[in-house]
């Protein structure tokens, strides 16, 4: 079998990225990082999808990048806001994150010989973050070819995003016929026992599952 | 002043960079990087660098890529070769190893609004490298351009790689002319008090001082 890095998060995107590059043939060695996103749930529900999806690995890289700031799930002086409709750039965005995710998964997939990198990279929903779009994954892709060795033999590691023209809708359809456990799945940027229904993750998650026609398995505060 | 990003390794090549940053009128920001190299003497030479040369910051990031191994320099396992002429990858070869501390430079220099990265990567003596050719920092730019928010706002932050046509010999003069205190610098591969003179970039630096017409200042063993 193949193999591939899968990005994994912890959240509804890269649960249901993961069920793709498995049901896509490749042995998935799942990376995760720790970089001072405010809560720690994310990487424990990362690490129970990875077990419980049957991935080959599970690495955890620390990056201390929260040192720069610059972000309100990186930087405690910035407010996560709630409720609040923006085209911004919303204060959510990591600055460089998808980029800087991207670039040490290319060196773990040299590492150990992958043929791609699954990330659930998303420019429906998350329109504003500009690292999101397909134009950046494809001059990802050449920095791909054009900066490992890989790439200059002639078979370059590819930078699969088999989510960017999906609605949250179809996202959640095309999971729940692959079996993903979105109860193990975190999306609330808030934290705590239950998710808040309020922040912009868990709103655009509600009204996903809601017009897929779904519940969502997650406990919610009321 | 406007503000750069320049990548510092405590070696001879970036710290040439930083001089050639701050001579085109940047505040400079220095970045350097802890990935399990071998020797925290780098470090230490890159902190002294930084000082001695009038940088407005330095931060060390660490990351823990050394985990994944598949290199001489972060993997105990695999010896750093002595003496030996390759056309091939080399050992010390570090998977992605630009991709990754220019995209974390990127996010850096998003947070602090600089207008420019500066790393020390040349074509010319690394040509084994893939991640030290034009076109790779050239990829790289497009990433920067399309995966930021100033990049979508029109500003991109530009990739400069001032080094990267040049010998050894002709970054040695310019550096010399531009005051850069090689007394500080390290480049040896093995770690010690003293440089050992037989790793690929202690050859390459003695060969560089030696085509220059000039004294290396760095202790090396007889």
């Not at 080959?56 to 955890?60: I, L």
């Not at 201390?64 to 610059?70: K, P, T, W, Y």
């Not at 070819?145 to 370059?156: A, N, W």
């Given at each position: 079998m193949p193999r591939a890095v899968v990005l994994l998060s912890g959240g509804l995107d890269s649960a249901t990225t993961l069920a793709i590059a498995k049901d896509s043939g490749y042995e998935c060695y799942c990376l995760s990082f720790n970089y001072g996103q405010r809560h720690d749930i994310e990487l424990?529900?990362?690490?129970?999808?990875?077990?419980?999806?049957g991935a080959?690995?599970?690495?955890?890289v620390t990056?201390?990048?929260?040192?720069?700031?610059?972000?309100?799930l990186t930087d405690d002086n910035i407010e996560v806001p709630k409720d609040v409709d923006t085209e911004e750039i919303p204060v959510t965005y990591v600055p460089a994150r998808n980029t800087i995710l991207l670039s040490i998964a290319l060196g773990?997939?040299?590492?150990?010989?992958?043929k791609a990198i699954f990330i659930g990279a998303n420019a429906v929903d998350y329109s504003g973050?500009?690292?999101?779009?397909?134009e950046f994954i494809q001059a990802f892709a050449e920095v791909a070819?054009?900066?490992?060795?890989?790439?200059?033999?002639?078979?370059?590691i590819t930078i699969e995003a088999p989510l960017i023209d999906l609605t949250k809708a179809e996202i959640i359809k095309k999971g729940t016929a692959l079996g993903v456990p979105y109860e193990l799945t975190w999306s609330c940027y808030s934290g705590g026992e239950k998710a808040c229904g309020h922040c912009d993750s868990?709103?655009?998650?509600?009204?996903?599952?809601?017009?897929?026609?779904l519940k969502d398995p997650v406990p919610y505060e009321v």
């Open positions: 424990d529900k990362a690490k129970q999808i990875a077990s419980a999806m080959a690995s599970h690495k955890v990056l201390d990048i929260g040192q720069f700031g610059g972000s309100a773990y997939a040299e590492t150990i010989d992958a973050y500009p690292d999101c779009r397909p070819r054009l900066g490992t060795k890989e790439g200059v033999e002639g078979r370059p868990c709103r655009l998650r509600l009204k996903g599952f809601a017009e897929a026609g």
